[in-house]
């Protein structure tokens, strides 16, 4: 038996989430290499994921720690397979809560928000030429 109750903030599961699509490729985030490297906080934050947690805690001692679901809001690049991105996001991020947490998730809805162009990209890149 239990000697205690043992919570997960909302926001540990945002930043799982988080970790999971840093994981899974043609999502967008500030850690690409090459010519996405060096992007600004600012450009990076208007592509950042949302990320929404509801949670319903385990209410006996077989039910585990409880249920949750997420709506994750992201950005992908233009020319990407959509619906294989959302498949791979979804499955990750499953599979790292469950793995990390001890909850069960019931469901991940993804909407993709934006698509991020390499133009965009190209045009929000910090100036490299320093004058003088």
């Known amino acids: ?12 599961f945002v930043e799982i989430a ?6 899974v490729e ?21 592509f950042a994921p949302q990320i929404n947690v509801k949670k319903s ?19 992908v690049f233009y020319g990407v ?3 294989e991105v959302a498949r791979k996001a979804r499955e990750k991020i499953i599979s790292e ?3 990390l947490t001890g909850y069960s998730v019931e469901k991940v809805d993804i909407e993709i928000e934006k ?3 390499s133009e965009q990209i190209a045009e929000e890149k910090p100036e490299e030429k320093e004058e003088g």
Do not use: H, W, Y
């Open 97 to 99: 809560i469950e793995t």
């Open 18 to 23: 988080r970790e999971a699509m840093q994981k």
């Open 26 to 46: 043609d999502v967008f985030r500030q850690e690409k290499k090459g010519a996405l490297q060096g992007l600004t906080r600012v450009f990076t934050e208007r």
């Open 1 to 12: 038996m239990e000697k205690g109750k043992t919570t997960i903030n909302d926001s540990v």
């Open 115 to 117: 698509i991020v162009k």
């Open 57 to 75: 805690e385990g209410t006996g001692p077989d039910n585990g720690f409880g249920t949750l679901s997420l709506d994750v809001k992201l950005s």
């Open 81 to 83: 397979n959509i619906p």
